[in-house]
């Protein structure tokens, strides 16, 4: 087995890698050299990728499992496929999530519940199956997929908001529990990332637009973007890094919201 590259000799699981963030991390970090489980609801996407990926190099680097990560023993399943597929697991991934619009009132519970299930809970399930496996390891790290909006909060995103910001605390909390067995946990905190989640509002010219104006860079992420973070963070190069929660966003949630001073004066 060949231990080139940044994640050489490692085995990693993504949840919700068949597609935009968590698809562009099975692809980098299997260019680094690992090797990766694939899960994921979208069975068509994920085998093509797992496909892609054992035909680029040449192996099997690949594998796709069907998970729901709603369901405790899916998550159970998926990640021990780690283990029976390439005898170990190093890196765990908790990238699955879904987006929700709606304020307190707006939102029904049921909705309210499958978001928390989706982009909570799943989170804990993950942590939960994995940390037993990273241990037999001899230790290794967990990225978890937050948002910036687990940082500061969007207008009409009651349940998506409160799920993102609990993964942040909870990243910490596993952070602080697990240090000591050499197991590191960070998340990874996007900004607006141009991927199947949000190709549906890529159309709507004003809301681009007021997006680029407030972002400094002026342009929306690419999934490739992410995983360059989450492949920093799953490698030993963060060796000394738990409990972070990591935000790549083009600046957007550096400002603290004050005009720009300087151009509004300039311009008088
Ligand atoms: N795209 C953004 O702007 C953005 C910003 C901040 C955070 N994020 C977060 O990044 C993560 C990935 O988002 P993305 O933009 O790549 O989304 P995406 O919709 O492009 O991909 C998400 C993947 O997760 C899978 N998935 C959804 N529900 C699942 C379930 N119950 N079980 C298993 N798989 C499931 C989907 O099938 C899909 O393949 C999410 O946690 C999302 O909240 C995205």
């Not at 963030?21 to 994921?40: N, S």
């Not at 990332?193 to 949000?198: F, K, S, V, W």
Request: proline share 4%.
């Amino acid at each position: 087995m060949s231990e080139a590259g940044r994640l050489g000799g490692k085995v990693a699981v993504i949840t919700g890698g068949a597609l935009g963030i968590g698809a562009a991390m099975a692809r980098l970090f299997a260019q680094e050299g690992a090797r990766v489980v694939i899960g994921d609801l979208r069975e068509e996407e994920g085998q093509a990728l797992a496909a892609e990926l054992n035909a680029a190099a040449g192996r099997r680097v690949a594998v796709f499992v069907r998970a729901d990560v709603t369901v405790p023993g899916d998550v159970e399943a998926l990640v021990a496929q780690a283990g029976n597929a390439f005898g170990r697991l190093d890196v765990m991934c908790n990238n699955a999530g879904i987006g929700s619009m709606g304020d307190s009132v707006a939102l029904d519970i049921e909705q309210w519940r499958h978001v928390i299930d989706v982009d909570l809970n799943s989170v804990f399930y993950g942590c939960k199956a994995a940390i037993p496996a990273l241990r037999r390891a001899g230790g290794g790290a967990i990225v978890n997929t937050a948002s910036i909006s687990g940082i500061g909060a969007d207008h009409g995103f009651a349940a998506y908001n409160a799920a993102k910001a609990a993964v942040i605390n909870y990243t910490r909390t596993v952070a602080l529990d697990h240090a000591h067995e050499n197991i590191r946990c960070n998340a990874l905190c996007p900004g607006w990332i141009a991927t199947p989640l949000t190709s549906g509002i890529m159309g709507i010219e004003p809301l681009v637009k007021a997006w680029c104006d407030a972002i400094p860079m002026r342009r929306p992420g690419r999934p490739e973007e992410m995983a360059q973070v989450a492949l920093f963070l799953a490698s030993d190069e963060a060796s000394y890094m738990t409990g972070s929660a990591v935000v790549a966003d083009g600046g957007l949630i550096a400002s603290n919201g004050q005009p720009n001073i300087p151009v509004i004066l300039s311009g008088m």
